[in-house]
């Protein structure tokens, strides 16, 4: 079972790195092209206000309740299970063609009439601009995850390269224009991007939901669409109070620093190249398969999928989050620090990105215990959980912002412990209800001192090798980045190295048999292939 898996997250690996590595490229030519110009910020708040209905339905609780919804029905009927995806594909593009008519009414209303500063008509001009984008967006939320239920995930996991790729080259295009100028030309072009991505995952899509074009514009409100409706209601509640709690986000960032959305955005970019590609992967590759065997009431094998899930997370996320700690700075001025972008903006954006990195680890495993409530059609719990968390975010936010004025920084902040809120209450509950991790507190404390032991010599490395000390730059002093790529790349290299041989020399001295074996597998893949 494990091997099968194994190659399931290697298919999600390699689509999901390339879309992240071309997501890096993406962001890596807006910092060079634009720097942390205010209107950069002001398209980052457009981006978010115009993706306020992705979460709801393309993405989050649509595509966790659809796949055990769909599982369900494939186990009975196959054509009865394909039926319910035309028919629900239908009545999203309608619903979402529907939301995009009335907002773009409304946004043109607000830009006539609306007595606003010129900063804030930028942001609302953009959002119109960026708006149709949605429908695409929504569409392939929904194709990747049936997709995902027939076990195909590089495909899916790779159409955003292409997205990223003509942003990219709209973005080096554009350069030479003012920002204020070519932010504009740039939300169309995204937009295009959005249809290329959910173009790519069409062909594979109707292979596996063959019917005439007159059966997918039939309108039909079946009663398996409306058993979904009432079973992702609740999860709709959750993601609507997260989405409001993001566009608060940006503008708590946007009211301590008016670049501020740019910091947020370039470093929770670099936190969600982790997330994607190691984190999500340890969940989306099990989850199908949890469903069914949830569905079909095999504990034993659910059991095993989860307790499975919960030693991947463990092995990679807890590397991960200390080599987000030692390696950020540098992972920073690789990526961005060059062109218009200055050193200063690397430094605060790598301190927004270790605030973010706190949450790497929990929002890993909320993916996981939130999969288990979605696969036995109970949303209630983890809504009112991320409800609660959500209050916290904002209440968070509201003091470091307003009472304590922590900055910018504050903003990640505050995401980061809230996501620990929600994980502690998941956690709690999941395992009053008889789900063990089979993960003991010893080895955690093994993980943590062997990826420390990694941590330190990176830091050790970036002190005496290149002179870099944050510390430095904290007292006043000038911290002398590297500029020139290839310096750039040899600084973030041997600290990248400094950090593995720490990390697997602690794991072969204190015997962590987790990351061991994790590397003897890869070892053996590459002498295979």
Request: glycine residues 6%; proline residues 3%.
């Amino acid at each position: 079972m494990e091997k099968k898996f194994s190659i399931y997250m290697k298919r999600f690996f390699s689509g999901t790195l390339l879309s992240r590595m071309s997501g890096l490229g993406r962001d890596l030519s807006m910092a060079f092209a634009f720097g942390d110009h205010p209107s950069v910020a002001a398209f980052m708040v457009a981006f978010r206000l115009s993706n306020l209905f992705r979460r709801l339905l393309g993405e989050g609780p649509l595509q966790s309740a659809f796949i055990p919804h769909f599982e369900g029905l494939r186990s009975q009927d196959s054509q009865q299970a394909t039926f319910f995806f035309r028919k629900l594909i239908t009545l999203i593009t309608l619903l979402i063609l529907f939301i995009t008519f009335c907002s773009e009414c409304g946004l043109a209303a607000l830009l006539f009439f609306g007595n606003l500063s010129e900063s804030n008509t930028e942001i609302v001009y953009l959002t119109a601009l960026l708006f149709p984008g949605l429908l695409f967006i929504c569409l392939y939320g929904l194709n990747i995850s049936l997709l995902n239920c027939y076990d195909s995930f590089f495909i899916p996991s790779f159409a955003p390269f292409l997205c990223n790729f003509i942003w990219i080259a709209a973005t080096l295009i554009l350069r030479y224009e003012d920002p204020s100028l070519a932010m504009s030309s740039l939300a169309k072009w995204v937009v295009v991007g959005f249809f290329a991505q959910w173009f790519l995952t069409l062909p594979l899509t109707l292979k596996h939901a063959k019917a005439s074009l007159k059966d997918w514009l039939t309108v039909e409100i079946s009663p398996e669409i409306i058993k979904l409706i009432k079973t992702f209601s609740f999860g709709v509640i959750g993601v609507g109070a997260m989405q409001i709690n993001s566009l608060a986000d940006a503008f708590f960032g946007r009211y301590a620093d008016i670049r501020g959305p740019t910091y947020l955005w370039y470093s929770i970019r670099l936190e969600q190249l982790a997330f994607a590609v190691f984190g999500i992967a340890c969940v989306m590759t099990i989850t199908p398969s949890l469903s069914r065997a949830i569905k079909s009431c095999n504990q034993e094998a659910a059991q095993d999928l989860f307790s499975l899930s919960c030693k991947r997370i463990m092995t990679i996320m807890i590397p991960c989050s200390f080599a987000i700690a030692s390696l950020g700075l540098s992972a920073v001025n690789l990526v961005y620090g060059r062109g218009s972008f200055s050193e200063e903006a690397v430094l605060r954006t790598n301190n927004c990105l270790l605030a973010y990195g706190l949450g790497l680890i929990p929002s890993t495993f909320i993916l996981l215990f939130s999969a288990i409530y979605y696969a036995q059609d109970n949303f209630r719990a983890p809504t009112l959980i991320s409800i609660l968390a959500v209050i916290a975010n904002l209440i968070l936010n509201y003091v470091f912002v307003f009472v304590l004025n922590f900055g910018v920084v504050s903003t990640a902040l505050s995401t980061s412990l809230s996501a620990w809120l929600n994980f502690f209450i998941l956690f709690i509950l999941t395992a009053n209800k008889g789900w063990q991790t089979q993960y003991s507190l010893e080895r955690i404390s093994n993980m943590i001192l062997c990826s420390s032991a990694g941590a330190l010599c990176a830091m050790l490395t970036a002190y005496f090798a290149f002179d870099m000390s944050v510390m430095d730059w904290y007292r006043g002093n000038p911290l002398q980045l590297p500029k020139d790529i290839f310096a750039q790349l040899i600084n973030f290299s041997a600290l990248f190295l400094s950090f593995c041989g720490g990390l697997f020399g602690a794991s072969m001295i204190f015997k962590n048999e987790d990351i061991l074996e994790l590397v003897r597998k890869n070892r053996n893949v590459l002498v295979r292939d």
